[in-house]
């Protein structure tokens, strides 16, 4: 069963704690994303990975880290310095290369909640 | 600054009715563009690319595009009551986003 999985389904964080959110694909795609999605808007992009062992900063990646050490896998971590991790998680991947190929598949979510 | 821009609604049309929605974007040089379609606490869904000037058809689904213009919409014909979402535009392989319309369909 080909897909994206993304775990846990709800994380809740304490102040000044790190947390990190996994996200593995059994898809083979090259590229995957982190985006965040408070109530009411739309995505915004927070790192995505083109390719093993390399990613990129997107618009708000203040307070977040990731790693790329396998192709299956994109974990991130909400660090302390982000002040405000409220929201709703999403995990994508597509197959890179342009095109059609760039259309995205998104994993169910992680909703974070702050104590 | 790369702007997506989509009318945040809500929009409300009735059982069978067509539905339209709009999106603008602001980079001259996007080439690909999708439509998503999200229910309330879910994730977001692939309904149409495009990619090309004109209008794409799939079921009740069309998505229509003008570079020249710079819009991209999403039509829905017959719709139903659980066509009931948020519709999100997204534009070129950075994959932005525009905010979404909430679209209600009313039996």
């Known amino acids: 069963d080909g897909g994206i999985t993304q775990s846990p389904k709800y994380l809740f964080r304490k102040e000044g704690q790190n947390v990190t959110l996994s996200c593995e694909q059994n898809?083979?795609?090259?590229?995957m994303y982190w985006y965040r999605q408070d109530p009411g808007q739309g995505l915004r992009l927070i790192y995505y990975?083109?390719?093993?062992?390399?990613?990129q900063k997107g618009d708000i990646a203040e307070g977040y880290s990731v790693s790329r050490e396998k192709k299956e896998s994109f974990p991130l971590t909400v660090t302390s310095a982000q002040k405000n991790p409220t929201a709703f998680y999403l995990c994508?991947?597509?197959?890179?290369?342009?095109?059609?190929?760039?259309?995205?598949?998104f994993g169910p979510g992680t909703r974070l909640l702050v104590l | 600054q790369k702007e997506v821009e989509q009318n945040s609604g809500p929009l409300s049309v009735p059982e069978g009715a067509i539905a339209s929605l709009n999106c603008t974007y602001s980079?001259?040089?996007?080439?690909?563009f999708f439509w998503y379609r999200q229910y309330s606490g879910k994730s977001p869904e692939l309904i149409m690319s495009?990619?090309?000037?004109g209008d794409k058809e799939d079921g009740r689904f069309t998505a229509q595009l003008n570079k020249a213009s710079q819009y991209v919409s999403l039509l829905i014909r017959d719709s139903q009551p659980s066509d009931s979402a948020t519709y999100l535009c997204?534009?070129?392989?950075?994959?932005?986003f525009g905010a979404g319309t909430r679209l209600t369909v009313k039996p």
């Open positions: 994508a991947s597509s197959m890179g290369g342009g095109g059609n190929q760039e259309t995205q598949y």
């Open positions: 898809l083979n795609h090259d590229a």
């Open positions: 990975s083109q390719i093993v062992n390399d990613f």
């Open positions: 980079d001259r040089g996007s080439q690909s």
């Open positions: 495009i990619y090309s000037n």
């Open positions: 997204a534009v070129n392989n950075d994959m932005r």
